[in-house]
């Protein structure tokens, strides 16, 4: 299960593995308490980063200024900032591993 935590400003973290330099950006599915996504962009100048955004503002209906890095600006084991309460978040994030076939418990 995603492990996502509530920020004292009502946001959340949530943990994102990324698989740079892909053929096509895609969720992965889950690793541990992290989602897990490849992105078709180079890990170099931000490229990859910038990409993730995008991506998770497309899958969660965000804005990309909703979605921030807090950690792992070089690392692929990232934690992100969204700004959307955690229940909500949980909730979306199940609902599109539902929807694109992945086995949540």
Do not use: C, H, W, Y
Not at 29 to 52: C, F, T
Not at 56 to 73: F, V
């Amino acid at each position: 299960m995603v492990k996502i935590e509530t920020l004292s400003d009502g946001s959340s973290l949530i943990k994102v593995i990324v698989s740079p330099s892909a053929s096509k950006t895609k969720l992965l599915g889950l690793r541990g308490d992290s989602l897990k996504i490849a992105v078709n962009a180079p890990p170099e100048r931000g490229k990859a980063n910038k990409a993730l955004a995008e991506f998770l503002s497309d899958l969660l209906a965000l804005p990309k200024s909703a979605i921030r890095l807090k950690q792992g600006k070089t690392s692929r084991e990232k934690t992100l900032i969204v700004q959307l309460e955690s229940a909500r978040l949980e909730q979306k994030v199940l609902q599109i591993l539902k929807d694109s076939g992945f086995e949540v418990s």
